[in-house]
């Protein structure tokens, strides 16, 4: 009986984790990336037919890539490129965040002084434009459309309650402390019945 007891108490901690967290998966985390570096470049063109020009070379509205990005800026503007091939490097960040952080890390944060010595291109990019009204503006409708495209990226994440050290601890009929690793509990989801011997 008590086993039964431990089982249905160790069923009732794991439904009462559940799911409830979101991530991005990366190949999302990659387009927002991609996406927001494309606008990024287009933002800092100012001649008319330069940008009209990066428009149809790149191709790159939808779906843009790291390389045809850098491929279609004009190959004298050597200070676009290198902040393009530096924007390209926040893909190997390793982030962990739901698409409301990632959004705000690429509008705002990654302008901050924390990554300047890392990104000094990009933190140079964001001050220069800081206390510009429309640059401002472009970074809220930019915000809004990653929000868009990292909707179709969007994965649960299950919630495991904090367990210390890796053990869950569950009181038997006799009140004998009974301890079972995390691990069991993973033997038995995967249909082994006998996880508790």
Known sequence: MHKLKLFLSFQLLIIASGYGQTEIAKDGFEKAINFANYKYVLYSLTNVEEKQKFIEDCNCNEN??????????????TKTIAFSKEFDKLIGMNIDLDQKNIASFLTDAVFDKSF???????FNYGKSRKENLEFISYKNDLYKSLLKIMANYVIEVPIIAEVAEEKAVAKSKNSTLLIIKVSEVTKYNQGKSNWYD
Request: charged fraction near 25%; charge should be positive.
């Open 64 to 77: 843009p890539t790291a390389l045809a990005i850098q491929n279609a800026i004009s190959k004298r503007k």
């Open 116 to 122: 300047s010595s890392k990104y000094i291109r990009i």
